[in-house]
């Protein structure tokens, strides 16, 4: 096992300048590759859950609290990882994550209540802190200021890559096999990438020097889009993730198989589009990008709510996965030069700690609203709100134009 130190202000220095481009090719094969394994994993399970939730006679309200415990553990964890992270080095929270991943997802399967399986979820967010977003930190010490939409884009598109997968094979499963299959494959999964990570990813520990106070890092003017981006883009989210596999079985009549092959579709145009619009991100306005994929995305979800066939699912799939992959390609570019001045892992863990207060609070609110109107009306609020704030980003994007790739913007910028 090799360990790299790395030097630089606020927290983490870069890591790219201490790398030949052999070595940096390495580790970003191997950070791709542990985020498509977690993440296949992970889309394994996601249309598996709510239905298995279901089983035990959930309703829409506790398929919500099930969800949002997840969210709820992740939010809590994620800064205080992603410093550690700064501190400690990246590879120590990846194993310990990916271990945790293992043993949780096994732990599903002996779940009898829908407490019991709220509670499973809850420490399955405390690992699941640990793991993608120290990943995504550590690909940003690897960047070139420049190339930030290039990197982060091919990571976060090896990511959905995995997660296209996921649905896909936990429909057959679900079909063929059982349900609690689905879970065991996440446990698997997770074994064998942190075997992997173990044997060939290097150490890196950041020389530290002044540590930035997780208040700065929230406060910091470079990261406020990025967290309410994070904001909105997790109500999109959670509306895809809990109730896409709901909408389709109950008003579209699809079987299980159907729904995974309805987000695999969706989920590789999503990671192909981050993979294609990496270099358009380096040399174009970030917050115009990111207004328009948010506007994509409201799109998306309307014709989501008035759709009844597999053909029309599949349409308005396909749009919602461009929307998501351009605002998230551009929105990693942003959050990559901030954490040049914040430190990566604090970034990172500040910005999905917005994603997880969304996720969190989300998932219960809509569970209610289905409950009382329909699944259809969840999609139709998710339109309402990401429509609003794609006006507000564009805004942002007419305002002053927006600083060279690797610099962080002043205040006024935002």
Not at 271 to 294: E, F, H, M, P
Not at 298 to 303: C, G, I, S, T
């Amino acid at each position: 096992m090799t360990t790299i130190a790395g030097s630089g202000a606020a927290g983490a220095g870069p890591l790219h300048g201490t790398m030949d481009p052999a070595q940096k090719r390495r580790v970003a094969f191997l950070l791709c590759f542990a985020a498509f394994a977690t993440m296949l994993g992970i889309g394994i399970i996601t249309p598996a859950l709510p239905l298995y939730a279901q089983l035990m006679g959930a309703t829409g309200f506790w398929i919500g609290v099930i969800f949002s415990s997840f969210a709820l553990s992740r939010t809590l964890f994620l800064p205080v990882f992603g410093k550690l992270s700064d501190v400690h080095g990246r590879r120590l929270l990846l194993l310990l994550g990916l271990s945790g991943y293992a043993i949780f997802s096994a732990l599903y399967v002996m779940a009898d209540t829908v407490w019991s399986l709220a509670c499973i979820r809850f420490l399955h967010g405390i690992a699941a802190s640990m793991v993608f977003p120290v990943a995504v930190a550590y690909m940003g010490d690897i960047a070139e200021p420049g190339e930030e939409g290039q990197l982060l884009g091919g990571f976060h598109s090896a990511a959905f890559l995995g997660m296209s997968f996921g649905p896909l094979i936990s429909g057959i499963m679900m079909d063929y096999v059982s349900i609690q299959a689905s879970f065991l494959a996440l446990a698997l999964i997770s074994v064998v990438t942190a075997m992997v990570c173990l044997r060939c990813l290097p150490d890196y520990r950041p020389k530290v020097r002044e540590p930035v106070p997780i208040l700065s890092v929230v406060l910091h003017p470079a990261l406020r889009v990025p967290i309410c981006f994070y904001l909105v883009y997790s109500v999109a989210y959670a509306t895809y993730l809990v109730y896409l596999p709901i909408i389709t079985g109950s008003t579209g009549h699809l079987s299980g198989t159907m729904v995974g092959l309805l987000i695999f579709i969706g989920t590789i145009v999503m990671a192909g589009v981050q993979r294609l619009s990496g270099r358009i991100v380096d040399t174009s306005n970030k917050y115009v990008l990111l207004g328009t994929g948010i506007g994509i995305i409201a799109v998306a979800a309307v014709l989501i709510a008035l759709a009844a066939s597999f053909a029309a699912y599949l349409g308005a799939v396909i749009v919602l996965g461009c929307g998501f992959g351009l605002s998230l390609t551009t929105v990693a570019a942003l959050v990559t030069i901030a954490g040049r001045e914040t430190g990566q892992g604090s970034a990172a863990g500040v910005v999905n700690m917005a994603q997880g207060l969304g996720l969190m609070i989300v998932p219960v609110i809509f569970g209610m609203v289905m409950d009382q109107y329909g699944v259809a009306a969840v999609f139709l609020v998710t339109a309402v709100i990401t429509g609003a704030a794609a006006p507000v980003l564009l805004s942002i994007g007419r305002a002053p134009a927006v600083p060279p790739a690797g610099t962080i913007p002043q205040a006024g910028r935002h």
